[in-house]
């Protein structure tokens, strides 16, 4: 494994801090924009080493590879900014933050693996003529991120509208967090970028509508309209984006034993920089700086479950007090929560995730946990968090009601709660800012704009409207 070492990222200690969650640097931050930008030799090369390793894919799937680098490929990739901030000490743990929500149009590190997807489809369109379609099923964010992505490959001039387009389903529990885009402002836009809302099931039934439709329709609509339907669920297009997580902290951040904490469904983020951590370091089992947290709510704790019980369905033993459920005998899970199977947020609706028996393995490897936090511990967290995060450029409203994205805040609250149990000791943690925004920050997709879908019958008509 072969690797290269850049120069360090650009240290901006002049730009004020300006929209939420875009902070200026500081004596003890370090911001790096456009880091897609920034590390493109060795992302290029990621990439292709990805596309060696993967298995032949049953559907259409780009090559791994990028358009050429071009002023408007640096437009294109600019929201990807991220940035590391010191938030101070906490029972002799040095506590950091990897703040990955710079995009203003989503607020999420969602943006970077849907950049490098969009990307890819690019590189096809432009290598063949053949215009993509892709499909996506999403819980909001994806969707978000992906929709934002597409739009910026048509607003810089990569692609055209009509060689890129996109799908996306999403069930009816997280329409409500789904932004309003440029996509949706008129009704050809509509047709040709849909998106879809399931009221039947949940987040599993759109993984497996999206995957239906793209196996049933991909022919059809390549023979009839020349578009290629490509569904991007593939675990290899976030890895390879959030390797550069790793790769900003090598060239940033004291070479030094560190833990990475993250709200996860399934770790695809702590799973992409570990990634990117073998590939710098040439290591399958990096030595330092590489052990992993995972913070989880009660909807679906199943990956700290197997982590530290062995099974998906541990759950501890409640008891009714007072209004709440309480519990102490298991430190792993909260000690009061309103329900058992408490949904703090839907963002986070993957169960027993096919990733799970792989993190429990590099955790045991490489050092880490997880812990499973409530709404009533966020709730109580929230003052001092806010607190914490404000002279970083990270706004929280003074309400938390007004809080749509609970990923940071469910972040902080499990290395709080952890360290505070002596579940996490060691001498640094960093927390990865995968994605916080709330009601003032965007318009939610009209409902007028969304089209319902009951069936697959529903959603083929849909796609195939949408390529025509």
Not at 59 to 67: D, K, M, N, Q, T
Not at 178 to 201: C, I, K, N, T
Not at 390 to 395: D, K, L, S
Request: proline content about 7%; aromatic content about 6%; glycine content about 6%.
């Amino acid at each position: 494994m072969t690797t290269t070492t850049p120069g360090p990222a650009t240290r901006d200690t002049t730009a004020p801090a300006a929209a939420s969650n875009t902070p200026a640097a500081s004596p003890e931050s370090v911001v790096c924009p456009a880091a897609l930008t920034r590390y493109d030799r060795e992302l290029r090369r990621i990439l292709a080493a990805a596309g060696d390793a993967a298995e032949t894919p049953a559907g259409f799937s780009p090559r791994w590879e990028l358009p050429e680098p071009s002023p408007s490929l640096e437009t294109f990739f600019a929201p990807s900014t991220m940035s590391a901030h010191h938030l101070g000490e906490r029972a002799g743990t040095r506590l950091g933050l990897l703040n990955l929500m710079h995009n203003p149009r989503t607020r999420t590190t969602k943006t970077f693996a849907s950049l490098v997807i969009v990307a890819r489809a690019v590189a096809h369109v432009r290598r063949t003529g053949e215009p993509v379609m892709i499909v996506t099923p999403s819980s909001a964010n994806k969707a978000t991120a992906l929709r934002d992505a597409v739009l910026r490959a048509h607003e810089s001039g990569l692609v055209t509208e009509r060689e890129l387009r996109i799908a996306c389903v999403v069930p009816s529990v997280s329409a409500a967090k789904l932004w309003d885009s440029p996509l949706a402002q008129d009704a050809e836009r509509r047709r040709a970028h849909p998106v879809a809302v399931s009221h039947g099931g949940g987040s599993a039934q759109v993984k497996e509508l999206a995957r239906a439709v793209v196996d049933a329709e991909a022919d059809a609509v390549f023979a009839a309209h020349g578009v290629r339907l490509w569904h991007t669920m593939d675990l290899g297009n976030y890895m390879v984006a959030d390797a550069v997580r790793a790769l900003f902290e090598r060239d940033n951040l004291p070479r030094e034993p560190r833990v990475h904490a993250h709200a996860v469904s399934s770790a695809f983020g702590l799973l992409g920089h570990f990634h990117g951590q073998q590939w710098h370091t040439g290591r399958q089992w990096p030595a330092e700086g590489a052990g992993y947290f995972l913070v989880q709510h009660l909807g679906t704790p199943d990956m700290v479950a197997s982590l530290h019980h062995g099974s998906f369905d541990h759950r501890p033993v409640w008891e009714a007090r007072d209004g709440l459920l309480v519990q102490s005998e298991d430190p792993r899970f909260p000690f009061a929560a309103h329900a058992a199977d408490e949904q703090l947020d839907p963002t986070f609706y993957t169960h027993t995730p096919a990733t799970s028996p792989r993190m429990n393995e590099i955790i045991r490897r490489q050092g880490g946990g997880g812990i499973v936090v409530s709404l009533v511990e966020c709730v109580e967290r929230y003052p001092a968090i806010r607190e914490l995060l404000a002279p970083h450029g990270v706004v929280l409203p003074s309400d938390p009601r007004r809080l749509r994205e609970w990923s940071l805040v469910m972040a902080l609250t499990g290395v709080f709660n952890a360290i505070d149990r002596g579940l996490l000791t060691d001498p640094e943690v960093l927390v990865h800012a995968s994605g916080s925004y709330h009601s003032g920050d965007f318009r939610p997709v009209r409902d007028e704009h969304l089209r319902p879908v009951d069936s697959l019958d529903d959603l083929r008509a849909l796609v195939r409207e949408a390529a025509a």
